[in-house]
């Protein structure tokens, strides 16, 4: 019995870090997309700050080629 349990005890070691592995890559992926929605979320904000900069160097630019 003991001579058995010491065969299978590698290869449920060897699973058990496999389930790690799996576990890590998919804590990697919620941390990608997460850290996607946060990039997203700093570009919108900045874009809004910018935009009344931007509109009005649009309409300088634009009343200057008249």
């Known amino acids: ?13 060897q699973a058990n870090l496999q389930n790690l592995d799996q576990l890590g890559a ?5 941390q990608g997309q997460s850290q996607n929605q ?15 900069l931007n509109n009005l160097t649009n309409y300088m630019n634009l009343a200057n080629s008249l």
Do not use: V
């Not at 998919?26 to 919620?30: C, D, R, T």
């Not at 900045?46 to 009344?52: A, I, R, T, V």
């Open 38 to 52: 946060i990039n997203a979320a700093m570009n919108q904000w900045s874009y809004n700050q910018n935009l009344p």
């Open 1 to 13: 019995m003991q001579a058995q349990s010491a065969l299978l005890s590698p290869g449920l070691n």
């Open 26 to 30: 998919a804590g990697q992926a919620l």
